[in-house]
């Protein structure tokens, strides 16, 4: 089955501790990216990457780390966090290849965040 | 930059009865995609339905239609015989298409869709 996986699906942590929510894919997708949620404000980009190795930031990187060692896994780090990174975030994936048409973006289950 | 705008946070329905959401965005792109997502207590985001700005024909799933007015950048989405599982949350979200640019998903406010028995 197709599928974006995030774990944890529920995190309470406290503010300075370190924290990576793992998001792996088995679609083979070469797009991925993350975003978090938040009431009235919708869903944010936070980091994608193109490919391997490849990675940028979105809307709203601040706070955040992401790496991309191998295609399938893309995982969010918080090095500090703070509670106002307490939010719902979602980790999506997508095939991207030069010169062919988007095709449909799959989101993991998402990841409820609280940083008290 | 592209903004998607949901103005209404709130809309309830009659079980069977047709529903529409609207959605405007604004941007200066010629090649994108709109896009409506659903996204339901288990928080799941779900695809209800895609338009490619090159398409003039509407797009539809089933009981899922848009009126994609391309000039007036309006994209609303009609629901037809409202069932009980269609209460969601759903998302009105854009996202430009070129080669080599970020895929981004540029998603307005969500608004929130209850549907009555």
């Known amino acids: 089955e197709a599928q974006v996986t995030q774990n944890p699906r529920y995190l309470i942590t406290v503010t300075g501790k370190k924290l990576t929510v793992t998001c792996s894919q088995n679609?083979?997708?070469?797009?991925m990216s993350w975003y978090r949620q938040d009431p009235g404000l919708g869903l944010r980009q936070i980091y994608y990457?193109?490919?391997?190795?490849?990675?940028d930031k979105g809307d709203v990187p601040e706070g955040y780390k992401v790496s991309r060692k191998e295609k399938r896994n893309f995982p969010l780090i918080l090095e500090s966090p703070s509670p106002n990174q307490t939010s719902l975030y979602f980790c999506?994936?997508?095939?991207?290849?030069?010169?062919?048409?988007?095709?449909?973006?799959?989101f993991g289950q998402g990841t409820r965040l609280t940083v008290v | 930059a592209q903004t998607v705008t949901q103005s209404q946070p709130e809309m309830s329905v009659q079980e069977a009865e047709t529903v529409t959401l609207s959605c405007t965005y604004d941007?200066?792109?010629?090649?994108?995609?709109l896009f409506w997502y659903k996204q339901p207590p288990s928080r799941q985001m779900i695809l209800v339905i895609r338009?490619?700005?090159?398409?003039?024909q509407n797009a539809t799933e089933n009981r899922f239609s848009v009126n994609f007015q391309k000039a007036a950048k309006s994209f609303s989405l009609k629901i037809s015989d409202s069932q009980l599982g269609d209460t969601a949350m759903y998302f009105c979200?854009?996202?430009?298409?070129?080669?080599?640019?970020?895929?981004?998903?540029?998603f307005g406010k969500g608004i929130t869709l209850s549907v009555r028995p």
């Open positions: 941007t200066s792109e010629n090649n994108y995609y």
């Open positions: 990457s193109m490919n391997v190795e490849v990675t």
């Open positions: 999506a994936s997508s095939r991207y290849r030069v010169g062919s048409l988007y095709t449909e973006a799959f």
């Open positions: 979200a854009f996202m430009k298409w070129r080669d080599g640019a970020n895929s981004k998903l540029t």
């Open positions: 338009q490619e700005a090159y398409k003039q």
């Open positions: 679609m083979n997708h070469e797009y």
